[in-house]
């Protein structure tokens, strides 16, 4: 079985950073692309970023691309996304996912998903 633990949230102002990480356990990391998704209250739960197995594949959301960069780590099993230039739209339960070496935008697309961690970026 294989588990995620995302960390690294808060409360910030906008224009301000985060990074967030998420703790995979197992040692077949490397073997799964991984994915960052959002869901902001009474909204649908949405894609922000995705990293291959290699890390030579890293799509990106439209409303994300050129301030959140996603990396992994696969010595310490761990991906991040770094969050600069942060917005009130921002706003919203991160989560972390784990899918196929070479991952997509849906969410139906990954297999084992972290519990989140809030972000609440305030004007």
């Known amino acids: 079985q294989v588990q995620l633990v995302e960390s690294g949230g808060g409360l910030v102002q906008a224009g301000d950073s985060l990074r967030l990480s998420c703790a995979v356990s197992?040692?077949?990391?490397?073997?799964?692309?991984m994915g960052w998704f959002r869901q902001a209250p009474g909204k649908e739960r949405e894609f922000v970023a995705a990293?291959?197995?290699?890390?030579?594949?890293?799509p990106y959301a439209d409303s994300v691309k050129g301030r959140f960069t996603i990396s992994r780590d696969n010595a310490k099993n761990t991906v991040y996304l770094q969050m600069n230039s942060l917005k009130p739209e921002d706003t919203a339960v991160y989560y972390c996912?784990?899918?196929?070496?070479?991952?997509?935008?849906?969410?139906?697309?990954?297999?084992?998903w972290g519990l989140g961690t809030q972000v609440t970026v305030s004007s």
């Open positions: 990293i291959s197995g290699s890390g030579g594949s890293t």
């Open positions: 996912a784990a899918g196929p070496s070479l991952p997509g935008t849906s969410q139906y697309d990954y297999y084992y």
């Open positions: 197992g040692r077949t990391f490397r073997s799964y692309g």
